[in-house]
């Protein structure tokens, strides 16, 4: 088993929609595939949702649903869904039971501070690994690069 490595760009791309939904104070949502092509971004349409005290969510709209359906080619998964947090990055108990990626070995990416954390990589991020009794955390070291990294700059 070979970890999913994300490119470089795919990091960046990731942190440039989430720091521009940010600057409206507003979380954003993302799925990464992979398939022969390597990992590739998709950013589904949504409806970010933010309320007077300050609570945000965000969810994929139906347009954004069917946007995911069509993105995917026979060769194709989703294997990992990554989304951006105002604060700190953890699995809220919505994170927990979104229904988007439920098969075992799937993989959640949690960005801080409105994707700005994703400025110091994925050590910065929370990232959770679904297994038969359901997501587990992944803490930054040994145990979490098993399955995921990040490719360094030059690495595309
Ligand atoms: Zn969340």
Not at 4 to 33: S, V, Y
């Amino acid at each position: 088993m070979t970890p999913l490595l994300l490119p470089h760009q795919l990091l960046l791309d990731a942190g440039a929609f989430f720091e521009a939904c940010g600057t409206r104070g507003l979380e954003g949502t993302a799925m990464i595939k992979i398939g022969p092509g390597g990992p590739a971004l998709i950013i589904p349409d949504q409806q970010p949702w933010r309320s007077p005290a300050g609570h945000v969510a965000v969810e994929v709209t139906r347009a954004g649903q069917l946007e995911l359906a069509r993105a995917l080619t026979a060769e194709e998964l989703f294997v990992a869904r990554i989304h951006s947090h105002p604060a700190e990055a953890f699995h809220s108990a919505a994170d927990d039971a979104n229904p988007v990626l439920t098969h075992e070995g799937a993989l959640s990416i949690v960005v801080p501070f409105f994707g700005l954390g994703l400025r110091r990589g994925l050590d910065a991020c929370a990232v959770l690994r679904r297994d038969r009794t359901g997501w587990c955390g992944l803490p930054p070291g040994a145990g979490r690069d098993r399955w995921i990294g990040g490719m360094p700059e030059n690495g595309r």
